[in-house]
């Protein structure tokens, strides 16, 4: 057995025991994420810091599927406004987004698969094949799309550095316009968030007839 794959059974049997072992806190964060308005509570309580905490918390939902980006969007917006939300919530997509690809063109394919299952991987990689900038701003803005994953898939590919960071910043500043503003104007104005949940539907209506046509790829 090589050291390699000895070092990688040691490290599964370390993670699945560490969750066993503290199972009962997971289950108490999933929990937390799933609900918009204890995570709003929490954010400010913490207070000065609550800024640098949601900038952790988006970086690790580029990693972690469990970690809903769009609940803590609008959190962000309803507590910071729309100008502070929608900068808090851009900067950290963007430094997560890069993070992502950075570490999938350096470590490859087996540290992608880490965090993205290898069917998905592999149909959009197929389907990015020879795309430019404006295919990743849709898949990091179209509801239906991985998002998180096109990161991977564009650090495995052979788009360089500076083309993705433009779409990421493109896309990424999209999606975080027409998402903190639910929250910001939640309350204010009532009309607003209307049109912006009807802007979702068809956005996701179109995001999902894309997706399946990328998906066939």
Same mark, same amino acid.
């Given at each position: 057995?090589?050291?390699?794959? /000895? ?8 993670? /699945? ?122 898949? /990091? ?61 068809? /956005? ?14």
């Amino acid at each position: 057995m090589s050291t390699n794959k /000895l070092i990688s059974i040691i490290l599964t049997l370390l993670t /699945l025991t560490t969750t066993w072992m503290y199972r009962a806190p997971l289950i108490a964060s999933l929990q937390w994420f799933s609900n918009l308005d204890a995570v709003t509570v929490s954010i400010r309580g913490y207070g000065l810091w609550g800024p640098a905490i949601l900038f952790v918390l988006f970086i690790l939902q580029v990693f972690i599927a469990f970690i809903p980006g769009q609940a803590l969007m609008v959190a962000s917006g309803f507590v910071y406004g729309f100008t502070g939300g929608t900068l808090i919530t851009w900067i950290s997509l963007v430094v997560g987004g890069q993070a992502a690809f950075w570490l999938a063109r350096y470590y490859g394919r087996p540290f992608a698969e880490k965090w993205v299952s290898a069917p998905v991987l592999d149909r959009w990689d197929r389907s990015s094949a020879g795309q430019g900038i404006g295919f990743y701003v849709i898949t /990091l803005v179209m509801p239906f799309f991985p998002n998180d994953a096109m990161c991977y898939v564009a650090g495995l590919g052979n788009m360089s550095a500076r083309r993705f960071l433009i779409a990421n910043i493109i896309g990424r500043g999209i999606a975080s316009l027409l998402t903190v503003i639910v929250g910001a104007y939640s309350k204010q104005i009532p009309g607003l968030l209307w049109i912006a949940v009807i802007f979702f539907i068809i /956005l996701g209506i179109i995001g999902w007839i894309a997706a399946r046509k990328y998906a066939k790829v």
